[in-house]
């Protein structure tokens, strides 16, 4: 400011301002059950709606059940996804099979829908290597280091564009915590400058473990992040599934067209711990905090637009959920029968061709495990 | 055959690759237009078109990501990590991600990646331009280190590189670049990626080098041969893995051997080679292992070099303490 008076730039205004293009999250389904978009929902069928509320069923019993086999010692390393059911299903039933998934650890429900088995979701967990091999080639195994498949998401994505294929895209995963790391920057900015088909989703459930979302960043939305990348974004009800399935299909189409990559923000919450491996969320948060995020629970509103247009009952639910638990169980079991793993195997797949330590090492193992 | 610097060498050899495979494709930071910061991709774009041989942001991380994801859909990427010293920024992408993702998937996929980076010290550069920093990547399961020290290896080491369905670090010498010209032929050739080569026959020791300080062991052999001590000089070439049975066959001959890096000493490729040698060949030893290093410090302001670098003269007399045990 020029000797107080006259002003060059109004920063001010401009950080007041800046996240206005942001400020109201798309919406079909509001937390009461209420339509307020009804010439969205009209584009949805009867069967499709149904649907939704059916993969939110399973992946609400799909938790519960893997909680349950957490308590038991059966499983290991597993990220809770009560709350997240739709911007999960919501996302990936907008994708096709040949769209290439990089999921993070949160992601195994999308990985179940995309190709892997639930048995194959329970094997990663346990740590076997056939939790990371899939039936759909079009996937990769769920991404520890929070960042990583962003920047892998832009080699897939320009991949697909040197390919030439038509009708492909990729898609990412990662929460609000993982929008801090710089391979979120350089992922979403290396796709946009290449303009390849991608589409990043953020699932901002407001805590990374321990930390609050207003703690990562003084942005306003972490949609807004991608201005800067010169790609387009939007921040949408995550517990809205057809609200997410909507933008999530429409980005899909944005991409696929050559348009260059999206980016997705989905407004969720995560009901549990980090993970099954002794996070406590009552030692960083309240129960006032969780409870106005419990009471939009997009199962509860979903069941409430179904059951006006008596589409659901409370007693097919119910059937429904054993049906899962069932399915689950015996995934279990499936799981339980996977051979044991060998270290020999692990020194064979370390490199295409032995090194000459590792082929003496093999022997011995080999040895070893004869016995 | 045409005399050749190292970097036409390699230059030709990134030819032949493009040439060879459709699948190939080089990028990095200034890979494109502009050839490489060094000319090591000099011509390439305009021979190969952009969809091939391209430009990156300016972001190392980015680049690996880029790397690992067009695995994922078929490539066979060869990207370029402008200095050795910025593949920091892109550690977990080589080291977290790259190394372990055969392994991750039980072997079903490949990820035939050739990291391109020049290193090495003597040419007075800015900080982080010449640290050699093969110590982290030779610790590492699944990736394979090559570093070739003429213009004949560093061209075959190239296409065997890139023909590998392993990833390799390719280590390009900064100092080599263009300070010596070999015979290189025209027809491609491929030198193997995990072999040693003896590239002096002598018979009272044996002198295990790499890169750069190749040619200072080869120095220094000349000035032992003046005494009469005959040195025998091994190329390491790959320092992941390392070839033993060449070094092991030498001391079978020499009895004595003194091992040679251009990095510090503290858990370098010289101390796994002490280890190898001590292990299996302690008992055909007549002497002490020896060893010449650069000292732990941190690599030094450029002034400072020649000071800090070890070259023929502290290899002749390590040589001969050893050689007189």
Known sequence: ?371 | MAKMTYIKAITSGLDQVLNDDPKTLIFGEDVGKNGGVFRTTVGLQDKYGEDRVFDTPLAESGILGLAIGLSLTGWRPIPEIQFMGFTFEAMDGIVGQLARDHYRFGGQKNFPVTIRTPFGGGTHTAEMHSDNLENYFVSTPGLRVVTPANPYDAKGLIISAVESDDPVLFMENLKLYRSMKDEVPDDKYTVPLDSAKVVREGSDITLVAYSAEVNEALQAADALAKDNISAEVIDLRSLSPIDTDTIFASIDKTHKVVVIQEAQRMAGVGAIVASDIAEEKIMSLDAPIGRVAAPDSVYPFAQAEGDWIPNADDIEAKAREIANY
């Not at chain 1, 106005?292 to 179904?306: E, G, Q, S, T, Y």
């Open chain 1, 1 to 371: 400011m020029a000797n107080g008076s006259k002003q060059f730039v109004d920063f001010a205004k401009i950080k007041a301002t800046m996240a206005d293009p942001y400020k109201h999250p798309v919406q079909v389904i509001d937390r009461e059950g209420k339509v307020v978009n009804p010439d969205i929902l009209a584009e949805y069928s009867d069967d499709q709606l149904v649907d939704f509320m059916k993969k939110m069923v399973w992946e609400r019993t799909l938790h519960e059940q893997t909680m349950n086999f957490s308590r038991q010692g059966r499983l290991g390393f597993y990220a809770p996804t009560a709350g997240e059911e739709a911007s999960e299903m919501g996302s990936v039933t907008a994708f096709k099979e040949q769209d290439f998934l990089l999921p993070a650890y949160r992601d195994l429900p999308q990985m179940i829908q995309h190709g892997a088995s639930v048995a194959k979701g329970f094997l990663w967990s346990k740590g076997h290597i056939e939790g990371n091999q899939y039936d759909n080639p079009n996937m990769i195994f769920p991404q520890i280091i929070i960042g990583a498949q962003y920047v892998e998401t832009a080699g897939v994505a320009l991949g697909i564009q040197k390919n030439g294929d038509k009708d492909r895209v990729a898609f990412v995963y990662t929460g609000d915590g993982g929008t801090s790391q710089g391979d979120w920057y350089e992922g979403i900015n290396f796709t946009s400058a290449y303009q390849a088909p991608a589409v990043f989703f953020v699932q901002n459930n407001g805590w990374a473990i321990s930390v609050p979302r207003r703690k990562q960043t003084a942005a306003e939305t972490l949609a807004q992040k991608a201005v800067a990348m010169g790609v387009p974004s939007v921040q949408v009800d995550g517990m809205d599934i057809v609200a997410v399935h909507e933008v999530a299909k429409e980005a899909r189409e944005f991409a696929a067209a050559g348009n260059g990559p999206v980016v997705i923000e989905t407004l969720t919450y995560r009901y549990g711990a980090h993970s099954s491996a002794g996070d406590d969320p009552s030692r960083y948060r309240t129960k006032e905090e969780e409870k106005p995020w419990f009471d939009a629970d997009p199962l509860i509103r979903m069941r409430k637009v179904l059951t006006d247009k008596k589409l659901w009952s409370q007693d097919q639910e119910d059937k429904l959920v054993e049906e899962y638990k069932d399915e689950f169980k015996n995934a279990m079991k499936e799981a339980e029968a996977a051979p044991a793993q060998k270290v020999s195997d692990f020194l064979k797949w370390t490199y295409n061709v032995p090194t000459p330590a590792v082929k003496k090492q093999i022997a011995e193992f080999e040895a070893k495990e004869s016995k």
